[in-house]
């Protein structure tokens, strides 16, 4: 089992930035991805940016140029640093560790970013 605790979301105006946390403890083993999805209201979760345990990122088109996804393995923590927010980047944003060889996947409570004057 994984446990993922997610922090740093809140509300913020448009432009502004935020940084969220997501700390994954328990069985963290082998090649593995961390990443954030977002869903917001009456919408499907999508992928906003994912970090394997090498270091290769992917993010999603939406965000390219303003999120920039970090992590630190020693800590098993993942980073999302989030500028130039805009009010459709209003969503939960959820944690998701993954062990791809195995097919486990988990999942974070989330954290709710608003973006708003």
């Known amino acids: 089992q994984v446990q993922l605790v997610e922090s740093g979301g809140g509300l913020v105006q448009p432009g502004g930035s935020l940084r969220l946390s997501c700390a994954a403890s328990?069985?963290?083993?082998?090649?593995?991805?961390m990443g954030w999805y977002r869903q917001a209201p009456g919408k499907q979760r999508e992928l906003v940016a994912l970090i394997a345990s090498a270091g290769s990122t992917n993010y999603a088109d939406s965000v390219k140029g303003r999120f920039t996804i970090s992590r630190d393995n020693a800590k098993n923590t993942v980073y999302l640093q989030m500028n130039s927010l805009k009010p459709e980047d209003t969503a939960v944003y959820y944690c998701?560790?993954?062990?791809?060889?195995?097919?486990?996947?988990?999942w974070g409570k989330g954290t709710l970013v608003t973006v708003s004057s």
């Open positions: 328990g069985s963290i083993f082998g090649i593995n991805v």
């Open positions: 998701k560790f993954a062990i791809p060889a195995y097919g486990m996947n988990y």
